[in-house]
């Protein structure tokens, strides 16, 4: 069977241990050397940075969070043996991890070593589809001949050179599609090296619905009502009981329960700035009149990372004068978001130092750096009327989503 020494690249035989460097990480698959669709994923990527910068840290639990009364962003793989997980309340983790090293999120840095370890990527192959700040989709067909090794030879030495030249570890799953290879990467984390091939179907079998990406707690709660628990139920499914029994989106759902998946990697679709600014029909000075052009902006700046699945790690104001010269004033949020009172706050607070009176003829907010949807907004117990400031936002959304963004105007908007 095709094997490949992940520490040396060796091609070994059937044998426990690289007859060449004494490696015992050793990868055999049937398709090692045929697959080539793949997804790399950091390990506990802001923690990993942050350990990376303080190495007297390496051994001892490190969380990423928001100070005491907040929630954990990030937890280390020692702090998770512990029991301490992403999103959990601070208090909670440590309770159960006492001696953790507790770290401010410092989210700029974060995007720098992102995009350093995404550049890395990007010598691979052109097909690099960004997904999030520390995890892409890479399709290497068609590379050998530029590498002189076939993509599994390739990818084993991106994640050594990631080690050595960034000082933090990725996990790499290698499957047939973007699918099976975003599984394959979470099987076998940290430092993990994973391929899925034509065992597809039968490896998902038995795994929970939740395993598959898009199955989150409302939709394995609706098919738990319908029996459906394991991924094996929902591959037993024909088209017509699927859409009888779970509408237009089960025969898609069974497809994918299969391992089925005809996503393309796209690398045209990395968004690098959600921005979003006007220019006035007349040129304005008073504060007041700027606040309220900035608050429609940040109303659409929010609707735009929230349609994208993003979220702000801080706010960028921008504003032109009359006699067009630029300004532009950045701020980082303690935590996430996207919430456009939060956005317009930042930025206004800004816009105060800059409103002195001089004439402008536009003004502009972006999220800078862009960070996963799924770090907004998480509950923070400092404030407990976050949750629901966040429902009344979902709210307000679903009602433009069925009558038009002018059917909710907000107070400030009016
Ligand atoms: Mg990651």
């Not at 020692?78 to 909670?92: E, W």
């Not at 996990?171 to 599609?177: H, R, Y």
């Not at 504003?319 to 996207?338: C, G, I, N």
Request: hydrophobic content about 45%.
């Amino acid at each position: 069977m095709p094997a490949l020494c992940r520490d040396c690249g060796a091609e070994p035989g059937e044998v426990p241990a690289c007859p060449d460097c004494r490696g015992r990480r050793i990868i055999r698959h049937p398709e090692l050397f045929a697959l080539h669709i793949a997804h790399i994923d950091c390990d506990a990527f802001f923690a990993s940075v942050e350990k990376r910068d303080r190495p007297e840290l390496a051994a001892r639990p490190v969380i990423v969070g928001g100070g005491v009364r907040g929630v954990v962003t990030a937890a280390c793989y020692v702090a998770r043996i512990h029991g301490v997980r992403s999103a959990m309340p601070m208090f909670k983790a440590l309770a159960a991890c006492p001696d953790a090293v507790v770290i401010r999120p410092d989210l700029a840095k974060y995007a720098a070593v992102g995009r350093q370890i995404r550049s890395m990527m990007e010598r691979l192959t052109p097909l690099v589809q960004p997904l999030s700040i520390d995890e892409a989709a890479l399709d290497l067909a068609g590379t050998e001949a530029l590498h002189g090794a076939p993509p599994a030879a390739v990818l084993a030495r991106f994640a050594r050179d990631v080690e050595r030249e960034v000082g933090v570890t990725v996990s790499v799953g290698l499957a047939g599609n973007r699918l099976l290879a975003k599984i394959a990467a979470g099987r076998d984390k940290p430092r993990g090296f994973c391929v899925i091939g034509a065992e597809a179907a039968a490896l998902l079998a038995p795994e929970p619905v939740r395993l598959l990406p898009g199955i989150g707690p409302a939709l394995a709660r609706k098919l738990a009502g319908l029996g459906i628990t394991r991924l094996a139920h929902l591959q037993a499914l024909d088209d017509r009981t699927a859409r009888a029994r779970l509408g237009d989106d089960g025969p898609p759902l069974v497809r994918r329960a299969r391992g089925e998946d005809c996503r393309r990697v796209d690398p045209i679709r990395e968004t690098k700035s959600i921005s979003a600014e006007t220019t006035f029909e007349a040129d304005i000075c008073e504060r007041a009149a700027l606040e309220r052009q900035l608050w429609r902006m940040a109303e659409k700046l929010a609707g735009r990372l929230r349609g994208e699945d993003f979220a702000a790690g801080g706010v960028v104001l921008k504003l032109k004068t009359a006699s067009f010269v630029q300004r532009t004033r950045s701020r980082q949020f303690a935590a996430p978001t996207r919430l456009p009172d939060l956005l317009f706050e930042a930025a206004r607070a800004m816009l105060i130092r800059e409103a002195d009176g001089t004439a402008f003829r536009l003004i502009g907010i972006g999220a800078q750096p862009l960070l996963p949807g799924h770090l907004a907004d998480q509950p923070d117990l400092a404030d407990p009327s976050a949750p629901r400031r966040v429902a009344a936002q979902a709210a307000i959304d679903a009602l433009r989503a069925r009558f038009g963004v002018r059917a909710v105007r907000r107070g400030r908007g009016l």
